[in-house]
């Protein structure tokens, strides 16, 4: 199980993300369009850097929705191996079968 702390800690990146995702767009648009004039284009870059950095969708890290586990995480099921395995061989996932021989 991780950390409580680390679980909340990239809820609230998420949630931060969501929440800045537009204007973060609008802004990296202008950055991007070769029209716009490089003043404008330049104060665009400004505003993007005072953006917090948690508010960046790359700082998201996928987690096990079960253990938090950051590593090996399916993003279908969100779930890590270690959780998909221990569920599937109680027959708790639908359609999963987990061979032995």
């Not at 995702?21 to 490089?38: G, H, P, T, W």
């Not at 950051?70 to 099921?77: D, E, H, N, S």
Request: net charge positive; proline share 3%.
């Amino acid at each position: 199980m991780a950390k409580k702390s680390s679980i909340e800690k990239n809820e609230r990146r998420r949630k931060m993300a969501k929440n800045t995702a537009a204007k973060r767009a609008k802004l990296k648009a202008i950055v991007m369009d070769k029209k716009v004039s490089i003043e404008d284009r330049f104060n665009a870059v400004l505003k993007l850097a005072q953006l917090p950095r948690n508010s960046a969708k790359e700082r998201v890290r996928n987690r096990c929705a079960v253990t938090g586990r950051p590593r090996a995480t399916y993003r279908k099921l969100k779930m890590s191996r270690l959780a998909l395995r221990e569920y599937g061989s109680k027959g708790l996932i639908p359609g999963l079968v987990k061979s032995s021989w």
